[in-house]
Each structure stands twice: as C-alpha cells, then as structure tokens.
Antibody, heavy 118, light 106 residues
Framework: EVQLVESGGGVVRPGGSLRLSCAAS????????MSWVRQVPGKGLEWVSA????????GYADSVKGRFTISRDDAKSSLYLLMNSLRAEDTALYYC???????????WGQGTLVTVSS | IQLTQSPSSLSASVGDRVTITCRAS??????LGWYQQKPGKAPNLLIY???TLQSGVPSRFSGSGSGTEFTLTISSLQPEDFATYYC?????????FGPGTKVDVK
C-alpha cells in the first residue's frame, strides 16, 4: 500500500525556517517524481515545488523561489522541503504527492500544517 | 501559465450531467489533470493527460480537450460527487492549479 506521511510542520515566527519531511512507503520511491502542494484552509490548492525521479530537475512556484528548497533522499525514501525566510502568507497545510505517468499526482499524504505568526 | 475554471461554483441534483471547463493562458498540449477534493481530505486524481481515467475512478467521469480548453464531465452526478474540482497543468513549471469549481446540492 502506497503511503506518504508528512511531518515537520508547526508554528514559526516570520523570518524563521522549517524543514518538512515526507516519508514514503509501499512503492519504489527512487522511480517517481515528487511534489509539494499547499492549501490555506478553506482556499484553493497551490503548487509549491517538484523534483524529478533522480533529483536532477526541480521547479518552484514564483512565490517561494529563492526561499524554499526541495530535496530527496532515495536511500531513506524521503522527500524534504526546506523553508527559509517564512512569511505569514506561507501559512497553509502542506501536502506531499507522488507524480505518476509524468507528474500527475496520484497519491497524496494527509498534510502537515505550517503556521507563520509572531 | 494561468488556469481559469468556469463556473466557480454550481448547484446540481443527483442524476444531473455536470460539465466544468478549464482554460489555459497558453497551449499546454494535453498535460492536464483533474482532481476532486472533499472537505478535510487530500485531493484525489480523477483524470490525467486530459482524457485518461485514473484507475479506480468511476466511468461517469470523463475529460476532454487539448491546447487551451479542457472539460471535465460527470455524466450522472452521484451523492458522493458533491465536492470541489481542480484542474492542474504539467506542461511547464510552475505546475499551476485552477482556482477550483465547487459542486453543491441544488
């Protein structure tokens, strides 16, 4: 059974940093691209970042470019999102998702909540 | 690439045929997916590559289109289909989502 479990969310002050993790199981992690998607409760989905299957290609939303870094550790079947210079507008539920048949996100975790507040 | 969806919301009854449109600001070939999301849950992939039904998704869902205009159709709305629907493009970074279409009970 495919499982994605996010962790690392919490409350952080503006300007602070957090590292989110996504532990994957039930599939060959090193063969899939992975993405982070966020959602402010009650609002729409916002794509944040993606990394391809071997980590050689990454992409970022303009709103996080230069502040967030996506990475993966295939030996640990884990995806990460390092978030620096956090702003109030980064407050959201952060999902990790598996990309299949290209980038289509066929499995999602349940999300980890990030709150940026003073 | 910007995605717009219409309508932003609609009210429908069980058994209705429902169509949602997603338009891209520039051509994205067929690199479009559709998701369903229910409150408190993660999104669920319904359609990928514009028209391919994801495994396990009921056949009442279908997708069509290419280039800049795409549609998601629910042929006969069921009680479990009341939800919000999003399109997402994968032609190029950033992999933007549409703003969503909420389908509620008439």
């Amino acid at each position: 059974e495919v499982q994605l479990v996010e962790s690392g969310g919490g409350v952080v002050r503006p300007g602070g940093s957090l590292r989110l993790s996504c532990a994957a199981s039930g599939f060959a992690f090193d063969r899939y691209g992975m993405s982070w998607v966020r959602q402010v409760p009650g609002k729409g989905l916002e794509w944040v970042s993606a990394i391809n299957w071997h980590g050689g290609s990454t992409g970022y939303a303009d709103s996080v470019k230069g502040r967030f870094t996506i990475s993966r550790d295939d030996a640990k079947s884990s995806l990460y999102l390092l978030m620096n210079s956090l702003r109030a507008e980064d407050t959201a539920l952060y999902y990790c998702a598996r990309g299949n048949n290209g980038w289509y996100n066929d499995y999602w975790g349940q999300g980890t909540l990030v709150t940026v507040s003073s | 690439i910007q995605l717009t969806q219409s309508p932003s919301s609609l009210s429908a009854s069980v058994g209705d045929r429902v169509t949602i449109t997603c338009r891209a600001s520039q051509g994205i070939n067929s690199y479009l997916g559709w998701y369903q999301q229910k409150p408190g849950k993660a999104p669920n992939l319904l359609i990928y590559a514009a028209s391919t039904l994801q495994s396990g998704v009921p056949s009442r869902f279908s997708g069509s289109g290419s280039g800049t205009e795409f549609t998601l159709t629910i042929s006969s709305l069921q009680p479990e289909d009341f939800a919000t629907y999003y399109c997402q493009q994968f032609n190029s970074y950033p992999h933007t989502f549409g703003p969503g279409t909420k389908v509620d009970v008439k």
